[in-house]
């Protein structure tokens, strides 16, 4: 049977925090990232790690997320090679420390001009689906050009034939005065 020591002493472990990264995980080079750590309320101490422990981070700079957890944020200025990685983080909340979160990948993508920061960064597999958008609104926006230009010459030709057709009842009528 393996339990945490903790379980011996009639204590439950400390819950495994979660990471996350803002804007994403794929980060264009030269750009700003923020690695976000949230665990319980009264957090002392958040720690942030590389998968090779190369890297630790430590701050106390813990603030209150919401009523029942707490944050770190973890900011990268501009990002390099030598950012990406597998990431996790764990806290310290009275003497103990808690389970590792969940890996979190960061990935360095090409040259700052080569990528755009958007939103949709994190999901490479999303380019080819923006690029379709793209070309599908280029056709309805030339579509609907076609339609209203299609519409002014028959609004135009209605107003032509209304003012014939007016000249000709007036020159009718002063043909009929004429007599």
Same mark, same amino acid.
């Given at each position: ?11 439950r ?73 597998r ?16 890996? %979190?990948? &960061?990935v !360095?993508?090409? #040259?700052?001009?080569?990528? =755009? ?5 994190a +999901?490479?597999s999303? @380019? ?17 050009g076609?339609?209203? %230009?299609? &519409?002014? !010459?028959?609004? #135009?030709?209605?107003?032509? =034939?209304?003012?014939?057709?007016n000249? +000709?009842?007036?020159? @009718? ?7």
């Open positions: 049977m393996n339990l945490p020591p903790t379980t011996f002493l009639g204590l472990p400390l819950p495994r925090p979660s990471i996350s990264a803002e804007p994403g995980t794929v980060i264009p080079l030269g750009r700003p990232v923020t690695i976000v750590c949230r665990g319980p309320v009264q957090v002392q101490t958040f720690r942030l790690e590389r998968e090779d422990r190369s890297k630790l981070n430590d701050t106390k700079d813990v603030s209150q997320a919401s009523p029942s957890e707490s944050e770190a944020r973890f900011h990268i200025d501009s990002v390099s090679e030598g950012n990406a990685g990431y996790r983080c764990f806290y310290r909340k009275s003497a103990e420390w808690s389970q590792r979160s969940d890996y %979190l990948e &960061l !360095v993508k090409g #040259a700052p001009d080569e990528v =755009s920061p958007s939103p949709t960064e +999901d490479p999303s @380019a080819p689906i923006t690029q379709n958008c793209k070309v599908k609104n280029i056709v309805c926006m030339s579509l609907a076609v339609v209203l %230009l299609i &519409l002014a !010459v028959i609004l #135009a030709e209605a107003w032509h =034939s209304q003012r014939r057709a000249n +000709d009842l007036g020159n @009718a009528d002063k043909r009929a005065s004429l007599r």
